[in-house]
């Protein structure tokens, strides 16, 4: 599985920017999908997951009712639509796909850079 991210680029403090994720392969459906964030200095994070079907999802608190993850497996997409963006959400964006459950993520893509002024 390739992944491929894009959408990020430079915001406002209070804007949105939505990211994409294009994964390639037939089978899409059959991976949980993540985003993970890596600011300057910092550990690369988890962000958000959402499951095969698009029908549970997962959030860092830090992004808890700004970010919403969605996926279209017609399309072979995952998306990271983000409002309300501060400062602190600064930081290269990564999507990642897992197989199994509970396991570390198996393919993850190069990553998209976002960043938010004050």
């Known amino acids: 599985v390739q992944l491929v991210e894009s959408g990020g680029g430079l915001v406002q403090a209070g804007g949105s920017l939505r990211l994409s994720c294009a994964a390639s392969g037939r089978t899409f459906s059959t991976y949980t999908m993540g985003w993970f964030r890596q600011a300057p200095g910092k550990e690369r994070g988890f962000v958000a997951r959402?499951?095969?079907?698009?029908?549970?999802?997962y959030y860092a608190d830090s992004v808890k009712g700004r970010f919403t993850i969605s996926r279209d497996n017609a399309k072979n997409t995952v998306y990271l639509q983000m409002n309300s963006l501060k400062p602190e959400d600064t930081a290269v964006y990564y999507c990642a796909a897992r197989y199994f459950t509970n396991h570390e993520y198996d393919y993850w893509g190069q990553g998209t850079q976002v960043t938010v002024s004050s």
């Open positions: 959402i499951s095969r079907s698009g029908g549970n999802s």
